[in-house]
């Protein structure tokens, strides 16, 4: 969320109106670069059709703003079945008889522009949904997470590139420490002061937690080459036995979408195929293969506390920032989000953005997995519903944290918690290590 004045109305509406319309340009250049055929097409079945999300982004809008906060009567309430993500798993959507791609956008484009008179006139006060715009803020949020949903099925998409970016800024030429120390102490976690922090997210709580190291950087595509050239996927000591026995069973060598052409490692980006480039953090390698990766370092995935301790704690102050850098919203020079790049950036960018113990791009570029099933706060309270968090709590899920470079800055902050399945390799995932700070480990280069 923009730092918008939460007690007065017209700046607050500015602020949300710059979100919500952000987030439809996305959707807009997301959805307008393919064809009506690509739009219907599912490009994998671990992923809906593209005109699947379209329509589900005006449908949950529909339903949270205009029906629950504006309380209005439902558009089209024969669609509401085929666009609720829990009736319908991503596999079943193309045989629904779904919105065709011109109604998709037509309807996402009348419940946006009811949307923005219902902003205009609503107190932004008095109701839980409404206070500090909260249920816009979360359609907003909502909105820019099926951006990158979306932005996913692009990769996963066989055929000609259809999307473009400049690549990000060269990483600057600073000699960097492969970890820092974490000082043993208390911080606080989670928050009950962020306006559109989700329910997950709350409430705020202290943690204590013994000294630790932490890798300055992301694991990068050169020491996980390393990993896969040692032999990483072919001996089962580095893996789980859930880990081996997956990898088994996938066929898994090495990080989703890279091949080998004769001794050059190549990847698949978005339909163009490149070498990978080797101080770039790798990227769509599941929970068992970093898991693995980091056994065979000798060292081991951060526990979700330890990840955020380290990108938002300040000793000076002792107290827990919103973002690595202060309370500031990102800027471009603080992180690699928003799809501006299409890409990572090389280890070690992002200097404006480096957190008080010295790591960097904790915020941006890939989202990182960490130890930590995903499981509810102390004193957590399902809020506005529960199959937003809820339901997915359980050892089934992992933690990630962080974002990655497909995300808005409005669904990306210090407490922001994201998480899916240990086996997933299309998410923009990647890691990085930490061990004990009264255990061994090796310190070679990030």
């Known amino acids: 969320m923009l730092n918008a004045d939460r007690t007065d109305p017209a700046t607050l509406r500015e602020a949300i109106a710059t979100e919500l319309l952000a987030a439809r340009d996305r959707t807009a250049g997301l959805t307008g670069c393919v064809d009506d055929h690509d739009l219907t097409a599912q490009h994998s079945p671990l992923m809906s059709p593209l005109v699947w999300d379209l329509a589900h982004i005006g449908n949950q809008e529909e339903l949270w703003l205009l029906r629950n906060v504006g309380g209005h009567d439902p558009m089209h309430p024969e669609i509401d079945p085929l ?193 990978v480039p080797p101080d770039e953090p790798v990227l769509h390698v599941s929970w068992y293969e970093a898991d693995a990766y980091a056994r065979w370092a000798g060292r081991r995935l951060p526990t979700e506390a330890e990840w955020e301790k380290a990108a938002r704690f300040d000793p000076a102050s002792g107290r827990s920032r919103r973002y690595p850098w202060g309370d500031g919203p990102p800027a471009a020079e603080h992180a690699n989000l928003g799809q501006r790049h299409l890409q990572p950036a090389p280890a070690g960018s992002y200097p404006e953005g480096t957190a008080p113990c010295g790591a960097r791009q904790l915020i941006g570029d890939v989202w990182e997995w960490t130890a930590s099933d995903f499981l509810p706060y102390p004193g957590f309270a399902p809020w506005p519903y529960k199959e937003y968090s809820e339901v997915f709590f359980g050892p089934e899920y992992k933690v990630l944290r962080g974002g990655s470079f497909a995300v808005a800055p409005v669904a990306c902050r210090g407490t922001f918690r994201n998480w899916d399945y240990p086996v997933r390799r299309q998410i923009f995932a990647g890691f990085r290590t930490a061990r004990s700070a009264d255990a061994a480990g090796g310190t070679e280069g990030a």
């Open 83 to 275: 666009y609720d993500a829990f009736e319908h798993p991503r596999a079943e959507r193309p045989s629904l008889p779904l919105l065709p791609p011109d109604e998709a956008r037509r309807y996402a484009h009348e419940v946006r522009g009811r949307v923005l008179d219902l902003l205009e006139a609503s107190p932004l006060e008095g109701a839980p949904l409404l206070d500090a715009g909260f249920a816009f803020g979360m359609i907003a949020q909502h909105e820019q997470q099926h951006d990158e949903t979306m932005l996913i099925t692009h990769q996963l998409r066989q055929g000609a590139a259809v999307l473009a970016a400049p690549p990000p800024p060269a990483a600057p030429a600073d000699r960097l420490p492969a970890e820092v120390l974490v000082p043993a102490g208390p911080f606080t976690m989670g928050t009950d002061t962020e306006p559109w922090a989700l329910d997950n997210e709350r409430p705020a709580h202290r943690v204590d937690l013994p000294a630790y190291w932490l890798d300055t950087v992301p694991v990068t595509n050169a020491a996980y080459l390393a990993f896969v050239e040692d032999g990483g996927y072919r001996e089962p000591r580095w893996w789980t036995p859930a880990g081996w026995e997956h990898r088994m069973q996938a066929g898994l060598t090495a990080p989703l979408f890279w091949s080998r052409d004769g001794g050059q490692w190549l990847r698949r980006r978005f339909g163009t195929v490149e070498p």
